[in-house]
């Protein structure tokens, strides 16, 4: 006995819907990473995955890293660690080594106090860093880094709201580096709020290989969404949308940014630029003072 045509369509439009239901992925959301959240959103949708998204929970590295090796958290988009890529290499954890900062991140600006502004004025090399205390959050692998290039750098555990000022009036700390471009656009404007008092170094940039990356669960329901996003990625660099994209979100520095700044390389002691591929490495950004 034939099925009434109403009924077929409305069965067959039942399993459509169940077809088109969205994937629910945990992914980390803060405002600096608007960008790489976008990035991400396109790539999944490019790569022919409809999900949803909701923000996974807020802490440390070290907490990241935990959330997202157990499957807590599905995507983040932190930089290359060596905890990181030591799980990658042993599996329980998932790498696209697309640079979402296109290297800017590796461009570090020192905040410091108002009524020192010029205290790096006469500063030229790594060496002449020495003399100041830097300081950095806590778990941020750029404290080995500085440390490694014998710059003294203390762990701050409170610093997301320019915390840190308080501890620069009482002359525990000196400076605060955060990447360059991230502090023009977000963080020093955001830090003024509540630390007016606080202002961007004229004098120094210090640059090395930090690269953020996206990275995604290991465990199994995660096997789609690393492809999807690998796949996604790959025709947003060839067809020009990543850079579309990001530049709807972020600027480059302008030049002006470094033409009256010492640029100061230090070593990452744990990887080079190599570290992104070649596919990948025309989208990072190469400044005017090299």
Not at 118 to 136: H, I, K, N, P, Y
Not at 225 to 231: G, K, N, S, T, W
């Amino acid at each position: 006995m034939a099925l009434p045509i109403r009924f077929c369509l409305l069965v067959c439009g039942l399993f459509a819907a169940a077809g088109a239901a969205a994937m629910t992925l945990t992914v980390q959301n803060e405002p600096h990473l608007a960008h790489a959240r976008a990035l991400v959103q396109e790539a999944l949708r490019v790569g022919g995955l409809t999900v949803d998204m909701v923000d996974a929970s807020k802490g440390n590295e070290r907490r990241n890293v935990a959330l997202i090796s157990e499957g807590l958290t599905h995507i983040d988009m932190m930089p290359a660690t060596p905890i990181r890529l030591e799980l990658v290499r042993s599996g329980k954890l998932r790498m696209i080594p697309i640079p979402l900062d296109r290297g800017l991140l590796g461009y570090r600006v020192n905040l410091l106090l108002e009524s020192r502004r010029d205290m790096l004025a006469g500063v030229r090399t790594a060496e002449d860093l020495r003399a100041f205390s830097l300081g950095q959050n806590v778990g941020w692998m750029d404290v080995e880094i500085y440390r490694a290039a014998g710059i003294p750098t203390k762990e701050i555990k409170d610093w997301a709201d320019g915390e840190f000022a308080l501890q620069m009036e009482a002359g525990f700390l000196d400076l605060f580096p955060l990447g360059l471009e991230e502090t023009l656009t977000h963080f020093l404007p955001h830090f003024r709020r509540k630390y007016p008092q606080l202002t961007i170094d004229p004098h120094v940039i210090v640059r090395y290989p930090w690269f953020r990356f996206v990275w995604v669960s290991p465990k199994p329901e995660a096997d789609e969404v690393f492809d999807v996003l690998q796949r996604g990625f790959d025709e947003m660099v060839a067809n020009g949308r990543f850079l579309e994209i990001w530049q709807q979100y972020r600027k480059p520095p302008p030049d002006s940014v470094f033409k009256d700044r010492v640029i100061i390389d230090i070593p990452n002691p744990f990887y080079g630029y190599d570290l992104v591929p070649p596919k990948y490495r025309h989208l990072l950004f190469e400044d005017r003072a090299k």
